[in-house]
């Protein structure tokens, strides 16, 4: 069967060789087996169910929401040679109706058809009478309520395993931590399924992340020093900020084009088209740019606001170094970034406990910025993964940062969640520490706490800081509902014991916030 794989792969698609697990999920799929695929953005995933389709009799189905990329791959398989097709609803019923004919024909590999379509009763006859290789789950994750990207329709496909028992089923996704991955288990019927973890380490990129000081200049320093010459992404919050750093950078002298979504499709498709011909051009977009974008030789991607979550940045930072080779991933982060995310995540609509959750993860990106361990091992961490030393390749393990003993410190902090109980956010434990008389403090007796106003020696914000350090070090948990809780972990033990101590990073921000205080 490898071999047939690998034939396939190379006289189809053209490459010498597997990469990581695709062989093994290959296998797995293609004698029959059910697999749920956790790989990296870029770590190629689509082969995982492409190939297998066509080594099996029959139609692979391939589920995906991405409806705006469904044209681009089959094209691109159409051009291999593959017989491929869409259905949704770009397509007119002449189009969709040449579409179905040709799969109870038995003339297609592969199949790519939005969840809505589907479900319909009527798609799922006409699939009973096709000859079915096998059923691909694009973007799995899509059907975890707790995710940023759920689709209601993805509820429904549990419905493929109890109508086609016998069609094995493939689940992808580059979402990997360990809820989500429940949730896609059991909301898919995916009990049987081989787990194929990938590790999500990208060692090409060197991470580096700075307080903002004038974060165009910043940027425009790392751009002169490290990659004048190289195609990169300045990713910004907001399309005005796109806007006025896409100027910014082309007075500068950098060869910088804006992209988000109040551009018109033709402007977008332009800059699109020259970002992935050109080799030197620096693109300044929202993050509605790059989904989707195969150009191996990124070699920045720059964050000069705050991504929402370290899901975004990683995703975001991922489209930088496809290639292998070295390649960066920079950013910059202010206090005022704070305040606007919160700001957004407190305004917008969500359901409170999606809001929770928000708010959770962005105290997690928070950690990460301030944290003084290397980079990697925190983001990675934060997708469940190990990694035994420091890289040796991010800013802090590259330049050691301003760090402090920070044991009596998080001694302090450690008891005081203790002491209350294990029940309060950073809010609250704060305010403990600090020795506030609030009203929430009063009516709880927690002045009474043998804690209370032992933590006179750092600040509001530091505390802050202590407490995110802690959380995004392992000392201390956060509950999984999103309140912010905060609890002690196994971790927490020998530091509370005295037999560990702890380095922590000086707050970069409360240090500027007072020298910008104090420079008038
Ligand atoms: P994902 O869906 O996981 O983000 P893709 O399937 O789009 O990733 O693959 C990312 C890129 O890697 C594509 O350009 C793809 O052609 C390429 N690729 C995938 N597998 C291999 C391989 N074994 N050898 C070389 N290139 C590969
Ligand atoms: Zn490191």
Redesign the pocket.
Known sequence: MLERAQHV?QTV?G?????GL?AQVIERVARGGDALVL?????????CYQIPALLRPGVGVVVSPLIALMKDQVDALLQLGVRAAYLNSSLSSQEAAAVERALLAGELKLLYVAPERLLTPRFLSLLARAQLALFAV?EAHCVSQWGHDFRPEYLGLSVLAERFPGVPRVA?T?TADEATRREMVERLSLQRAQPFVSSFDRPNLRYTVVPKAGAKGQFLSFYRARHQGGAGIVYCLSRRSVEETAAWLVKAGVEALPYHAGLSAAVRQEHQERFLREDALVMVATIAFGMGI?K?DVRFVAHLELPKSLEGYYQETGRAG?DGDPADAFMTYGLEDVVTLRRLLAQSNAPEAVKRLEARKLEALLGYCETARCRRQVLLAYFGETLAEPCGNCDTCLAPVDTFDGTVAAQKALSTVVRTGQRFGAGHVTDVLLGKLTPRVRSLGHHELSTFGIGGELSERAWRSVLRQLVAAGYLATDAEGYGTLKLTPRSTPLLKGQETLRLRRDPTAAKAKAAVKGG
């Not at 490459?15 to 990469?19: E, I, K, T, V």
Request: charged share 20%; hydrophobic share 35%; net charge positive.
């Open positions: 792969l698609f490459y010498p060789a597997f990469r695709q790989m990296p953005t870029g770590g190629g995933k689509s082969l694009d992808l580059a195969d191996p496809r």
